[in-house]
């Protein structure tokens, strides 16, 4: 791993050398030092910013490797697994220099952050599965589609539903960048509480979602499933998981098992939200990941304030 000679939680942008595969990453807001992976496979980092939470929190944002600036494995677009992931994810840890981190996965983020809280929890304080499931597959599809289907009820003859459903009817079809860019867009309505009652709001950043090709097949072209239920019981780190009560890809029935299956954690539905709690209920989403990273923080190393800016009450 080449060690950059800035400093690695300075604001803005920085890569850092991994395996020989460029890992880029992005340092945002003042305060304990929170990294926070994104989702997809293959959708670009900046739909998770989180503004709210920067003012409390240092976030990190790996682009995670295949997607932005960031390399792509010799076996793209296989071989994203998450043990690969999470390897990346303790190098970048380990090169931000901080005694302990707090760990936020957003949707397959939160599977990557699952599978490093059973495999790799040195180093950090807490963990944050944002809109995960403790499994994929046929199980994980068919409450998918469930939860579609009612989308589909609730917003029957609105005109911009067919062109959501042939989104998700065009998600087999997916082989190239421009394509799985197309297909993320047209799912983006599905992905909020009351994306059309809201469209003003969130409009632009549908226009401006970016998305890489990512197969879900190992190196040897093998699906990568997920399936977390039997070991979910030995995490040992404090976790927070958090949900939208209308996600209709990692809902509330798959956040109520993981809160079941994993010892002394904390539950947080956000009932106004669907997919992204972050971007449609800021306030709450911010203040409960930064009670529960306050309360957690085992040594903390905050980075200074930045100049000029006035001091947190």
Not at 7 to 12: E, F, N, Q, R
Request: some cysteine.
């Amino acid at each position: 791993m080449t060690i950059s000679s800035t400093d690695p939680l300075a604001l803005g942008a920085h890569t850092v050398d991994i395996d020989g595969v460029v890992q880029r990453y992005h340092v945002h807001g003042t305060g304990p030092v929170c990294v926070a992976h994104s989702g997809g496979l293959g959708i670009f980092w900046e739909y998770l910013r989180m503004p709210a939470l920067e003012r409390q929190l240092t976030v990190v944002y790996p682009e995670p490797i295949g997607t932005g600036a960031s390399g792509r494995l010799a076996s793209h677009p296989h071989g994203y697994t998450r043990a690969r992931y999470s390897r990346f994810l303790g190098a970048l840890v380990d090169h931000l220099g901080v005694p302990e981190v707090h760990l936020l996965g957003h949707s397959h983020g939160g599977f990557v952050v699952q599978y490093h809280a059973l495999h790799r929890p040195d180093r950090v304080a807490g963990v944050i599965l944002y809109d995960s499931a403790p499994v994929t597959g046929p199980e994980h599809a068919a409450e998918a589609m469930r939860m579609v289907q009612s989308f589909a009820a609730r917003y029957a003859g609105h005109p911009g539903l067919p062109e959501v459903l042939a989104a998700f009817q065009a998600i087999p079809t997916i082989a190239d960048d421009a394509r799985m860019t197309a297909v993320a867009r047209g799912l983006f309505p599905a992905y909020f509480a009351d994306y059309w009652g809201r469209e003003e709001e969130f409009a632009a950043m549908r226009a401006a979602v970016r998305a890489a090709h990512i197969s879900g097949l190992d190196e040897n072209l093998v699906p990568h499933a997920v399936d977390d239920r039997a070991d979910l019981g030995s995490v040992t780190l404090p976790t927070l998981v958090v949900v939208g009560r209308h996600d209709v890809v990692c809902g509330v029935r798959w956040a109520e098992e993981l809160h079941r299956l994993i010892p002394g954690s904390e539950l947080l539905i956000l009932e106004k939200s669907g997919h992204f709690g972050h971007i449609e209920e800021p306030d709450a989403f911010s203040q409960a990941v930064t009670r529960f990273v306050s309360s957690t923080a085992r040594g903390r190393r905050d980075r200074p304030a930045e100049a000029g800016a006035p001091p947190r009450p």
